[in-house]
């Protein structure tokens, strides 16, 4: 197993998607090791708040899919869901394999020398951005940490205590309203990478906003994303 190489990129940045989750079980330390041992810019992961208001990393808004448990991420507590045991990728199990902490992730992308991209799940409140940011700092990665989210209102509640954050705002459709949200707020743009075109790219560049595609998984697809002009490309498997 390995994965697939893109060649020719340039300057584009390659993001291995909830680690190198083309190889290892997502969101996992194992996919963030293997990624980290790899030639990627930086890891993506997915953190949501628990029930007693700590942080767990995982993409689903319950356990379902990666542990065959029925159990909202939100309605329960971490110690409990830190406890399960994942489901491996080929449906057997390994012991290595349980949700992460923040701070699990965080330290993997300091060791290996990764940029972190965070991606903020649902709606949070602004102390419980602010908490994950102050999480990142005391990791001593928040500037090397980029913050991404679906809800932008996450997005600007980092922006308001921290300024300086490195942000993108995640959507899989772009209109006009969209671009001017971007240029308002100086976000920059996480984009379905099959929405994407050189036009596109090059109207948002020439807005100063760097454009991430997510997620292309094929030598064709990632050459596609290349020939527009994007600033990133996010994928399970290519390298």
Known sequence: MNTLVLENKGEVKMIAHRGLSGLELENTCAAFV?????SYYGIETDVHVTKDGKYVIIHDDTLERVAGLNWVVEETEFEKL???QLIEKDGGTRKDLCLPTLEEYV??????DKQAILELKNRMTAEQVWEIAEIVKAGGWFERTTFISFAGENLEDMRKKYPSADVQFLTD????ETVEYLVKNKFDADLC???V???LVKKLHA???KVNVWTLDTIEHGNMALAAG???ITSNILE
Request: glycine fraction near 10%.
């Open 193 to 195: 990478g099959y929405c």
């Open 82 to 84: 830190r406890a399960v």
């Open 107 to 112: 330290a993997i992308c300091k060791k290996y």
């Open 230 to 232: 994007v600033d990133f």
């Open 197 to 199: 075109t050189p036009d």
């Open 173 to 176: 459709t772009v209109t006009d």
């Open 34 to 38: 293997a990624a980290g041992v790899k």
């Open 207 to 209: 807005l100063g906003i």
